[in-house]
């Protein structure tokens, strides 16, 4: 069904600001050289998946990851939240803030933290979360061969998979910028985002909560867990989505089913056909 879901490639301003979140790397570094096309999030457009108010859960079958229903975010308010660029030293903190909501989030990880912090990987599958690439080290995409871009992805993949023992269900490129080509010969689909909290700019923890007040049903809404800042904005964003009746779940569960080579900036919500 993929050709329903054709690609739009286009540079618009939105894109342009999208394509320069989500690095963590300085203002300057993201400005400099952005002129290549870049990935806008495109509406999956998921089918419905089912009636019912629950369905089983899309959690990768790791074993280790206690048995949930997910809601069906075609019925009710979901919302992803997704962490990039770690694991880092903070994760451990952020892991026990979404234990206390029993928020499932998605964690899009960099393979050389992943070499530095494997029990961190562990413990976020270990407590549902969901597992994507990041690449190994932040480079873009767009700016190296495709072979090499997919050796690099395949490098970041073998780490996750040495620490959980399974490989990652999501890629999400750095700058979320891909070259349509790699973009179609991936295995799995390409998490975007349509909320940027810009906390990896601003890192201000008021700021980040307030940006993550632009959520609405179906949002992928993009952080960062290796900015203390982020950390501390998590407790409030949580309580104030909550108080909205909003579900955190991971990209998988908001999407439904996500396709190979598609990206997606946004899931399904009530009401969505
Ligand atoms: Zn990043």
Redesign the pocket.
Known sequence: MTSRFAPVHLVIGTALVLALA????PLSENWSGYKHTVVPPEDGGSAPVGSANLQPSQEPGSGTAPARVAPDCSAVKCVALTF??GPGIYTPELLKILDDYDAKATF?L?GENVAKHPQTVKDEVAAGHEIGN?TWS?KDLTKMSVSAAQRDLKKTDDAIEKAIGEKPTLV?P??GAIPPSLKKALAVPIALWNVDTLD?KTRDTKKTINNAEQTTPGSIVLM?DIHESTIKAVPSILKDLKAQDYHFVTVTELIGHPNPGIGYGMGQYPGKK
């Open positions: 989500g690095c963590g790397a990039d660029d899009f960099i990041h932040h999400r750095p700058f990896w960062h």
